[in-house]
């Protein structure tokens, strides 16, 4: 099957205040860079709305920025009918991907692909991107690592045909 273009891209986790908005920027970081902007569209969201409006945590920008990332946006919660209007949802951990599942039952005809982040990893073993919320920073700077290594794999598969 052809890649739409622009393809659609949303990133999910629990509060999308942290790692999804961090895997949108990172993702856009990479595609501005190699001046394929036009190409993908890309947002973020989050399975709960407690954060709903909330710009990311400071942490997690102060991480970023420290690599030449600016993160920004504005907390959102994922609805069904992202799986209309996205090709690609990407969940960062498991349990992201099972509450994206029970939305995706919600939808009444999800064109959308639901997969998991890490997957796309092609330097690191991890299943999941771990929650850095609780923790300190060396959770943020994993989740750097895990994105920079799967968003940068990202861009190489869609220059290839195969995302
Ligand atoms: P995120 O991190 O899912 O990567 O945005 C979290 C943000 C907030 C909470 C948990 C994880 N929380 O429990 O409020």
């Excluded at 949303?10 to 970081?29: A, Q, T």
């Excluded at 009444?108 to 982040?117: D, G, I, V, W, Y």
Aim: charged share 30%.
């Amino acid at each position: 099957m052809p890649q739409p273009d622009p393809i659609r891209i949303l990133f999910v986790c629990l509060g999308n205040i942290c790692r999804s908005p961090s895997g949108e920027n990172v993702l856009r970081h990479l595609v501005e860079a190699e001046e394929l902007s036009e190409h993908f569209h890309i947002d973020s969201a989050g399975t709960i709305d407690y954060h709903s409006g909330h710009s990311p945590d400071t942490r997690m920008t102060a991480a970023a920025l420290k690599r030449g990332i600016a993160v920004a946006g504005r907390a959102r919660q994922a609805t069904p009918d992202d799986f209309r209007e996205f090709d690609l949802i990407v969940a960062m951990d498991r349990s992201n991907y099972d509450d994206l599942l029970a939305l995706r039952d919600q939808c009444s005809e999800p064109t959308a692909r639901l997969a998991m982040f890490c997957d796309f990893c092609e330097n690191h073993d991890e299943s999941d991107v771990p929650d850095p919320y609780y923790g300190g920073a060396a959770g943020f700077e994993k989740v750097l690592d895990l994105l920079e290594d799967g968003c940068g794999a990202i861009v190489r598969r869609w220059q290839r045909g195969e995302l």
